[in-house]
């Protein structure tokens, strides 16, 4: 069982920066891919980034390619979205999410936190 906590959203202007945080705690989750989902009102959630806890290496989806970074500090158990250039598409509800497997897309074995709105104004 793993929990997710996230948190650090809010408004922001086109162009501007947010950083993501997300608690993770649990058991086993050593070996989990992490990731960010988001859902926009009357779409489906879809993709933003994922890491490996354990290697560390990051995947990210072509729509936040070079303005977004995932990191994770195993040292403090958290996880972190960097978000800059943000556009007005990127409004969304965002959530941390945590699966043993790689998964581009919402799985039933996804563990999700409660999410985190983040709005960007133009």
């Known amino acids: 069982q793993v929990q997710l906590v996230e948190s650090g959203g809010g408004l922001v202007q086109s162009g501007g920066s947010l950083r993501l945080s997300c608690a993770v705690s649990?058991?086993?989750?050593?070996?989990?891919?992490m990731g960010w989902f988001r859902q926009a009102p009357g779409k489906e959630r879809e993709f933003v980034a994922l890491?490996?806890?354990?290697?560390?290496?990051?995947h990210y989806a072509d729509s936040v390619k070079g303005r977004f970074a995932i990191s994770r500090d195993s040292a403090k158990n958290m996880m972190y979205l960097q978000m800059s250039s943000l556009k007005p598409e990127d409004t969304a509800v965002y959530y941390c999410?945590?699966?043993?497997?790689?998964?581009?897309?919402?799985?039933?074995?996804?563990?999700w936190g409660q999410g985190t709105q983040v709005t960007v104004s133009s």
């Open positions: 649990g058991r086993g989750f050593s070996n989990y891919i």
């Open positions: 999410a945590a699966d043993r497997e790689l998964h581009t897309t919402p799985s039933p074995s996804h563990y």
């Open positions: 890491i490996s806890w354990n290697s560390g290496y990051p």
